[in-house]
C-alpha cells in the first residue's frame, strides 16, 4: 500500500495511492484517520482498514494524483534521524574514511518538502546540492530493539532528497545548519508499506537525475549500515515512535564532489528514483 498526504480544504488529508490516482480516505471511511501517524500508531488492524477501504472505493472517489498537492507523507514527524557517509564511495568522495559508527544529525520538519514542491536554494549561498536517499519510516515504537526483531518495527518506505547547503554545513564540524534549511528536504511521492519491498528495503537501486541526467547511480546494498542495523542502534540511543523518519544516507555522484562542482539552479528540476517506491520530483525554486 501507498499512503500519501494531500493538502484538503481544511488542512492536510491522508490518501492511497492506486496507480495515477488517489482515494481520499475521508471521502470512503466513516472514521477516517487524521493523519499517516495516526494510521501507524493505531498499528495492523488501521492498516487493514485503510487497505480495505482503498481498495472498495468506487471510482468517483478517485482523484488523479496530479490534480493534487501532495505533501510530504509524514509531514510533522516527531522525529528525523539522518545518516551521513553510509556509503563507501560517498565518503571517499567526501574525503573521509568509512566511519566506524554511523555519523547522526538531526532535520526539522520546517526542512521537508513534498512531491512537486520546490527545493528553495536560501538566500544565504548558492551552494544547494542533491543527495538521493532511502527513507525509513517507524511504524511501532522502538526501544533496545536487536537487529534480528528491529524490521518489526518499520512501517515502510520512500524516497528522500537530503538536500545540503554545503557551504553552512561545514562552517563547523557539526553538520546541522547546512541541512535544516526550509524547504530543502524532499520526502515522497508516498510512503510504500514494508511488505512490498524486500525486507530491510535491500537490494534496491537508487538514482538521482537532475534535468534527465543520472549523477546518481548506486544501490541500498552498498549501505555499510544496513536498516536493522541503523535501527537496532538508534534505539538504543533513543525511543523511535510511530511516524519518526530515518535517512539512510547517500551513494557517491554528489555535486559537491564534481569538478567543477554541480549545485542545483533555479529552474532545475530533481529526480530521486528507487526501486519499488517510485520517482520523487521537485523542481528547485530560491528563496525571495
Known sequence: MRLVTFAGSDGPAVGVLRGDDVVDLGAVMSEPPASVREILATGAAALSRVERAATEAPGEELHPVETLT??????????????GLNYAEHAAESGHEPPAHPAIFMRSRTSL????????????????DYEGELAVVIGRS???????????????????????VREV??????????????????????????????????GLRIRTRVDGETLQD???ADMLFTV???????????????????????PSGVGKARTPPRWLRPGQVVEVEIEGLGVLRNPVGEET
Request: hydrophobic share 35%; glycine share 12%.
Open 142 to 164: 522502538a526501544r533496545h530493539v536487536s537487529e534480528e526483531d528491529a524490521l518489526d518495527h518499520v512501517a515502510g518506505y520512500a524516497p528522500f532528497d537530503d538536500g545540503s
Open 169 to 202: 554545513q561545514y562552517w563547523t564540524a557539526q553538520w546541522t545548519l547546512g541541512k535544516n534549511f526550509d524547504s530543502t528536504g524532499g520526502f515522497g511521492p508516498a510512503l510504500v508499506t514494508a511488505d512490498e519491498v524486500p525486507p530491510g528495503a535491500a
Open 218 to 220: 548506486g544501490n541500498t
Open 70 to 83: 501532495l505533501l510530504p507523507p509524514i509531514p510533522d514527524p516527531g522525529k528525523v534521524l539522518c545518516l
Open 228 to 250: 536493522p542495523r541503523i535501527v537496532s542502534l538508534l534505539s538504543e540511543v533513543c525511543t523511535l515512535e510511530p511516524g519518526d523518519v530515518i535517512i539512510t544516507g547517500t
Open 113 to 128: 518538502v513534498g512531491q512537486g514542491g520546490p527545493l528553495v536554494r536560501p538566500r544565504l549561498s548558492e551552494q544547494l
